[in-house]
Structures are given as structure tokens and as C-alpha cells.
Nanobody, 115 residues
Framework: QVRLVESGGGLVQAGGSLRLSCAAS????????MGWYRQAPGKQRELVAT???????NYADSVRGRFTISRDNAKNTVYLQMNVLKPEDTAVYYC?????????WGQGTRVTVSS
């Protein structure tokens, strides 16, 4: 079983930056792609960004150019650098990791962007 612990959320003004971190522990042998999703109030959970073990990235159109996903395989940690934040980025952000075909999720970290 993979355990994911997220950190780095908080309250920030529009135009500001935040960096989210997510550390994996437990059964981490064979970790594959890692990523971030978010869920705003009243909306479905949506993809933000993903990164393969080899470093190939994918972004939602709404965050491309503002957010950067990265990972440290030695630390089993994935990061999300969020710049030029907008009020519409307000959501609970969830970390996810794929291991041997199964997805695990973190508990979520809240990001609130004030206008």
C-alpha cells in the first residue's frame, strides 16, 4: 500500500505563488507516473498535471505555462510549482501515484486564491 502525504497549500493573493509537495511512502517499489488533480467546490475532480518516472510531463490547458510539475525519484516526491495564481485555481489539490496499475490518492491540500 502506498501512502501519500501532501503539503504546501494555503491562502494566497491572485498573482502569487505556492509550491505543493507530495511524498510517497510504504510500498513504493515500482512507482510509475505521479500527478496532481484538483476539485473546486461544486465541480468534478480534474487533471492538473502528470509526470512519468522518466520526466515526461502533461498539463491541463488551464495551467500550462503557469504551473510546473517535477519529481525527485530518490525521495519519492512530486512537486507542483504554481505561479501567477488565479481565483479560479481555488480548489483542493490531490496527489496521485500509479503503482503497478493501481492508483493511490492523498488526502488533499486546500489552495485558496483571493482576488
Amino acid at each position: 500500500q502506498v501512502r501519500l502525504v501532501e503539503s504546501g497549500g494555503g491562502l494566497v493573493q491572485a498573482g502569487g505563488s505556492l509550491r505543493l509537495s507530495c511524498a510517497a511512502s510504504g510500498s513504493i517499489a515500482g512507482l510509475g507516473a505521479m500527478g496532481w488533480y484538483r476539485q473546486a467546490p461544486g465541480k468534478q475532480r480534474e487533471l492538473v498535471a502528470t509526470i512519468t518516472r522518466g520526466g515526461t510531463t502533461n498539463y491541463a490547458d488551464s495551467v500550462r505555462g503557469r504551473f510546473t510539475i517535477s519529481r525527485d525519484n530518490a525521495k519519492n516526491t512530486v512537486y507542483l510549482q504554481m505561479n501567477v495564481l488565479k481565483p479560479e485555481d481555488t480548489a483542493v489539490y490531490y496527489c496521485t501515484v500509479n503503482r503497478l496499475g493501481f492508483a493511490s490518492w492523498g488526502q488533499g491540500t486546500r489552495v485558496t486564491v483571493s482576488s
